[in-house]
């Protein structure tokens, strides 16, 4: 079946660090790839999505690449900041025309000033 | 500014008692979903609607039910509330099945059944 797998956090990082958080998916057929971002006590935002094969989705500094030969979309960003700190989803929707989105367990992410 | 609004960011409820979550969004969109959120668990699909009075289980439908009498308003119900049901409940909706546009999520309601 369709899945999304996440690393674990936590994820602890100082200040202007590189961040990534990997993401692979197992799918049939050509899904759509996003990447979701909560803050503490809100509800999740839509941070950026990748809707084809090596297409680049990018957003406030984050950035991802769909890789169909490694089924990955791994997030990155090259200077965090104190702000960044929120839980991370991965999320895939397949092409197949059902309504749902797949996400994976998260990774949180904590920057330290 | 597009939104999903949730009626109440936080509720306490008493074992046994029918609980009603609200959910209403201002995009038109045709579908719309409630997840609930548990710490190492993710986001798991409790209920789904795509159109008006049509509603489908998603992963975990036992428990509850949900009622879509209007295009914009989606409502989760807990038939009878337990403490296992005590979580962070998210409502979302989206426009299309392309995938394309992901989904616009509203702020949570975090229950607590005690």
């Known amino acids: 079946g369709n899945s999304v797998t996440q690393m674990e956090g936590p994820v602890t990082l100082s200040e202007e660090a590189f961040l990534t958080i990997n993401c692979t998916y197992t799918a049939t057929g050509y899904p759509s790839l996003f990447w979701y971002v909560q803050y503490p006590g809100e509800g999740l935002q839509l941070l950026l999505k990748a809707t084809k094969a090596d297409d680049k989705g990018s957003n406030k500094g984050f950035e991802a690449t769909y890789r169909k030969e490694t089924t990955s979309f791994h997030l990155e960003k090259g200077s965090v900041q104190v702000s960044d700190s929120a839980v991370y989803f991965c999320a895939l929707k397949t092409a197949s025309g059902t309504y749902k989105y797949i996400f994976g367990t998260g990774t949180r992410l904590k920057v330290l000033a | 500014d597009v939104k999903v609004t949730q009626s109440s960011r936080y509720l306490v409820k008493r074992t046994g008692e029918k609980v009603f979550l609200e959910c209403v969004q201002d995009?038109?969109?045709?579908?719309m979903f409630w997840y609930r959120q548990d710490p190492g668990l993710g986001l798991r699909l409790i209920y789904f609607?795509?159109?008006?009075?049509?509603?489908e289980k998603g992963d975990i439908p036992e428990g509850y039910s949900v009622s879509r009498e209007k295009k914009e308003r989606f409502s989760l119900i807990l038939e009878s509330a337990s403490t296992n049901q005590t979580s962070m409940y998210l409502c979302?909706?989206?426009?299309?099945?392309?995938?394309?546009?992901?989904?616009?999520f509203g702020s949570g309601t975090r229950l607590t059944v005690v």
């Open positions: 995009m038109d969109h045709e579908n």
């Open positions: 979302a909706s989206s426009t299309d099945t392309s995938g394309h546009y992901g989904y616009t």
């Open positions: 609607s795509y159109d008006v009075k049509m509603k």
